[in-house]
């Protein structure tokens, strides 16, 4: 069995009684809290929604830490919390999401604009106003897949993660990662070959 | 817009995405089905730049906000975990005796009506529940206004009572007319037959009206207007 390269960090959390955000519980949030916020903006493809699922995965991760048997790898533990807490809140914000597409890139931009901590001062506008509009382009088509491709396709592509920890991640089988991971692309030509042709991306 | 996952070859999809995604290698079986499949190999060059796009994507930074926002959550969750711990060691105390008689006064006890109460709700449960609840409704007085509207409604009936009554005698009066008319119509009908079956005529020459029965004298001055001439009713009669 492979060795959980969390597994120090979450024990001295277990061995502790948690009085707020210090020790190894602050340790154990900054090492997550950029892949949690990123798996839950990119399901929920709303900041305020991301923010609100990335608050409820980490309460849930200090309050069930002690629970937590090291029987899969503390980090599918987390990005599995993470994306039933984005899928919730996605789906409880789902009047909101009833808005016109073209209203929600906007926002959406807008939004990504006023999180986004890069310093575009460094980047040439039009560049920078293209990567905006090509990454809004690129979510869109995300937020428009199912709920389960949507999270299969950002835990592969966005965290990196291999089969096997998606597989352990979604507890589902590894063939089902395989043919749901295949019918997110069918969904995705569909969706991502008008971006990809206005963008010159061949 | 491009449409080339509809022409890849189905069992080679998920070994195709797996190509693309770097989870598989292509091996040479692959690479001689990609020479000769163009819809496979269209797909696959769909992926991988599918692929591209979505690795393209900037990873965001966790906002600042979120910081205070899980300090704010974990103290929540650190509050709510010591009032839960704090209400589990509160001990269970078994209430003292003298709390129970002070509650209970020394000597009252069940009355016997409870054991029968009792019986009966456990021997028939459904019939107990609809006595109990039954005795729990309300009786209600009936208003005035029920005496008037039975009055009325009283009245109403007896002059409706009244009027068919007339009726129904008038029916009968005009029944008993019509059989008496029937019947003595059928009666006349039935002697006329009887008398009337072959009517005989008796023809006299007379010559004087003296020469009249005084009976048929009578009648005959009767109809005539006074007293009959003989000579007259002659000329009459040639005339």
């Given amino acids: 069995m492979k060795i959980d390269p969390d597994r120090e960090l979450v024990e001295a959390c277990q061995a502790t009684t948690p009085t707020g955000l210090e020790g190894s519980f602050r340790t154990l949030y900054d090492q997550f809290k950029d892949r949690v916020y990123n798996v839950c903006y990119r399901i929920t493809a709303n900041p305020s929604d991301a923010l609100d699922a990335s608050q409820e995965t980490f309460g849930i991760m200090f309050r069930k830490i002690r629970d937590f048997r090291f029987e899969s790898k503390f980090s599918s533990w987390v990005y599995r919390i993470a994306v039933n807490a984005s899928i919730d809140h996605k789906r409880r914000s789902s009047t909101r999401a009833l808005t016109s597409l073209e209203a929600n890139t906007d926002s959406t931009r807008d939004e990504v604009s006023k999180y986004d901590v890069r310093d575009e001062r460094i980047e040439m506008p039009i560049a920078a106003a293209s990567r905006h509009e090509l990454e809004a382009e690129i979510q869109s088509a995300i937020a428009r897949l199912s709920p389960k491709m949507r999270a299969i396709t950002v835990l592969r592509y966005v965290e990196n993660l291999s089969y096997e920890e998606i597989s352990e991640s979604l507890q589902i089988s590894l063939g089902t990662v395989k043919s749901r991971l295949s019918r997110a692309h069918e969904a995705l030509d569909r969706e991502l070959t008008p971006v990809i042709d206005k963008h010159y991306l061949r | ?239």
């Fill in chain 2, 1 to 239: 817009m491009s449409r080339s996952s509809t022409h890849a070859c189905p069992d080679r999809r998920d070994t195709l995405v797996a190509v693309a995604a770097g989870e598989a290698m292509r091996d040479l079986a692959l690479e001689a089905h990609l020479i000769a499949c163009g819809g496979c190999n269209a797909f696959l060059a769909s992926v991988q730049t599918q692929v591209r796009a979505l690795r393209g994507l900037t990873p965001l930074p966790a906002p600042r906000e979120l910081h205070g926002l899980v300090v704010a959550a974990t103290q929540a969750g650190h509050r709510q975990e010591r009032a839960v711990a704090a209400l589990r060691s509160i001990g269970r105390a078994t209430m003292p005796p003298e709390v129970d008689h002070a509650i209970w006064p020394i000597g009252v006890s069940a009355p016997p009506v409870l054991d029968d109460l009792v019986n009966r709700s456990l021997q028939d449960p459904t019939h107990s529940f609809a006595r109990r609840f039954a005795g729990r409704i309300e009786r209600l007085s009936a208003p005035r206004d029920l005496d008037a509207r039975v009055g009325k409604v009283y009245e109403f009936g007896a002059k409706r009572r009244e009027r068919a009554a007339r009726r129904l005698a008038f029916a009968t009066a005009a029944l008993v007319l019509v059989g008496i008319t029937v019947t003595a119509t059928w009666l006349v009908a039935r002697s006329g037959e009887v008398t009337a079956a072959e009517p005989q005529f008796v023809i006299e020459r007379v010559t004087s009206p003296e020469a009249f029965d005084p009976l048929w004298r009578s009648t005959l001055s009767g109809l005539l207007g006074g007293a009959p001439d003989a000579d007259r009713i002659v000329r009459e009669k040639k005339l």
